[in-house]
Structure formats: structure tokens, C-alpha cells
């Protein structure tokens, strides 16, 4: 009922900069928090950031003052704006959301396919 559509990964050079998007659509009535997790195989997903639908946000420290996430609520659509990258910035990247289904205005937790993001010279 609900996709979450991510695009924007690639490679970069360290210090390069990448901006992820995240559109999300279907049946919706409402889009609450969406976050930004990353991945490196074998290990936790971690958050990277969220923000909420009042645009209020909160970083992982690893990234504060470097990654900077938005949204677009007419668009159901969150970015991340992510400078200065680190190889150890290198993940999967996923984008997830809290949605209100349009159909029965049940609220539930939906994810993207994820997208890579690889730092490296």
C-alpha cells in the first residue's frame, strides 16, 4: 500500500558530497516521522537522522554538522544532504517512514530497498 522509493547513492571521493532522496507513495493519508538509517554488512542498522513532519530533527553524532536532513510533506518526500564524506561513511543507506494508510488510517512502519553510498579515492 505504501513504497519508499530511495535514489541519489553513488561513489564519491572523501570530502565529496552526495544528496539522497526518498519519495514515498500509495495509499497515504499522512506521513509522520521519516528517518534516514545506513547499513554496513555485518553489522546494526543505526540511524543516521530523523526528522519529524514539524521539521523538528536529531543527528547521529557521527554526522552532526555534516549531514543535514528535509522534507518535502507535499511531496511525501525526505532528503539527506550529506558533505565533507567519510570512508566511513561508506553503507547501504535506507529511508524509513511512519505513514497513515488512507484506506483504513492504520499508522505503519515502512521501509525503502536501500540505497549505496560508497566513499573512496
Known amino acids: 500500500q505504501v513504497q519508499l522509493v530511495e535514489s541519489g547513492g553513488g561513489l564519491v571521493e572523501p570530502g565529496g558530497s552526495l544528496r539522497l532522496s526518498c519519495a514515498a507513495s500509495g495509499s497515504i493519508f499522512s506521513t509522520y516521522a521519516m528517518r534516514w538509517y545506513r547499513q554496513v554488512s555485518g553489522e546494526q542498522r543505526e540511524l543516521v537522522a530523523a526528522i519529524t513532519s514539524a521539521r523538528s530533527t536529531n543527528y547521529a553524532d557521527s554526522v552532526k554538522g555534516r549531514f543535514t536532513i528535509s522534507r518535502d510533506n507535499a511531496k511525501n518526500t525526505v532528503y539527506l544532504q550529506m558533505n565533507s564524506l567519510k570512508p566511513e561513511d561508506t553503507a547501504v543507506y535506507y529511508c524509513?517512514?511512519?505513514?497513515?494508510?488512507?484506506?483504513?488510517?492504520?499508522?505503519?512502519?515502512?521501509w525503502g530497498q536501500g540505497t549505496q553510498v560508497t566513499v573512496s579515492s
Open positions: 524509513n517512514a511512519d505513514v497513515k494508510i488512507r484506506t483504513t488510517l492504520l499508522r505503519g512502519d515502512y
